[in-house]
């Protein structure tokens, strides 16, 4: 008989939690609030690159991709880079404004 396997449920917890921010700032994009919704995003890496260097591998999941040194730069740079271009963007009047 098959059993269900409840110990592997909280190793994608930290997955879930990025990608639930993510989520969220993707809405706020849509919603033509891109700004908030861009530094959402990069809030989102910076929690990945925050839980990929304080979790062990297994319990990181679906984050791990490489190292820990190597994912937690990786996502670190994207984040500030995403949050930075967020953050400097102005004199755009066009409908996302």
């Not at 910076?46 to 996502?75: H, M, N, P, Q």
Request: hydrophobic share 55%; aromatic share 10%; glycine share 10%.
């Amino acid at each position: 008989m098959m059993t269900r396997d409840d110990s592997r449920i909280p190793d994608h917890l930290a997955f879930g939690l990025v990608m639930l921010t993510m989520f969220i700032g993707f809405i706020r994009i849509i919603q033509f609030y891109w700004r908030e919704g861009s530094i959402l995003v990069g809030g989102a890496l910076l929690l990945a690159a925050l839980l990929r260097a304080l979790l062990s591998d297994e319990k990181a999941g679906l984050l791990t991709i490489r190292s820990r040194t190597i994912d937690v730069l990786c996502y670190t740079g994207l984040a500030f880079l995403i949050i930075l271009v967020a953050i400097t963007i102005t004199g755009y009047r066009g409908p996302m404004a």
